[in-house]
Structure formats: structure tokens, C-alpha cells
């Protein structure tokens, strides 16, 4: 079975700084791009950041460029998002994302979900 399980989600202050985790039962891991998706209550599914299968490419939404970070360690199966200067506005359900084709930010792309983590930041 497949699975993605994010961690790393929490409460904190405008400023600060979370790092999320994305674990992944996929056995051909390294073959598949990774992507971070966003989503607020009353707001649609909002593309955050992704990762080519090797790294080698990365792809970052306007709101968060500069700020977030996308990694993945292929050995271990996971992939991170390390979130810097965080604002009131980045707080959302946070879900981490495979796709066999290709890093893009359409949500319809990717194959396989996780459950999400919460990130809640006040001001």
C-alpha cells in the first residue's frame, strides 16, 4: 500500500520557522516528482512548492519563494519543506504529494496523497 504521511505541522508565531516532513511507503521512491500543496478554509487546493525526482529541479509558488524550501532525501524516502519568515497567511492544511509525471502544479498531476498537517501561524 501506498502511503505519505506528513509531520511537522504546528502553532507559531508570525516569524518563525517549520520544517514538514513527508514520508513515503513507495518503493520506487526516486522515481516519482514531489509536490507540497496548500489548503485554507473557504480557499481552493493552492500548489506550494515541488521537486524533481533527482532534485535536480525545483518549483516554488510566488507567495512562498524565498521563504520555503523544498528537499527530499531519496534514501530515506521523504521529502521536506523547511517554511522561513512564516506569515498568518501560510497557515493552511498542508499536504504532501507524488506524481509519476512531472513536478507541475496542477493538483490533478499527482497520484498519491497524504493526510496533511496542520500549520497555524498567528500574528
Known amino acids: 500500500q501506498v502511503q505519505l504521511v506528513e509531520s511537522g505541522g504546528g502553532l507559531v508565531q508570525a516569524g518563525g520557522s517549520l520544517r514538514l516532513s513527508c514520508a513515503a511507503s513507495?518503493?520506487?521512491?526516486?522515481?516519482?516528482?514531489m509536490g507540497w500543496f496548500r489548503q485554507a478554509p473557504g480557499k481552493e487546493r493552492e500548489f506550494v512548492a515541488a521537486?524533481?525526482?533527482?532534485?535536480?529541479?525545483?518549483d516554488y509558488s510566488d507567495s512562498v519563494k524565498g521563504r520555503f524550501t523544498i528537499s527530499r532525501d531519496n534514501a530515506k524516502n521523504t521529502v521536506y519543506l523547511q517554511m522561513n519568515s512564516l506569515k498568518p497567511e501560510d497557515t493552511a492544511r498542508y499536504y504532501c504529494?507524488?506524481?509519476?509525471?512531472?513536478?507541475?502544479?496542477?493538483?490533478?498531476?499527482?497520484?498519491?496523497w497524504g493526510q496533511g498537517t496542520q500549520v497555524t501561524v498567528s500574528s
Open positions: 504529494a507524488a506524481s509519476n509525471l512531472f513536478p507541475g502544479r496542477a493538483y490533478q498531476i499527482y497520484d498519491y
Open positions: 521537486i524533481e525526482r533527482n532534485g535536480g529541479s525545483t
Open positions: 513507495i518503493r520506487t521512491f526516486s522515481s516519482y516528482a
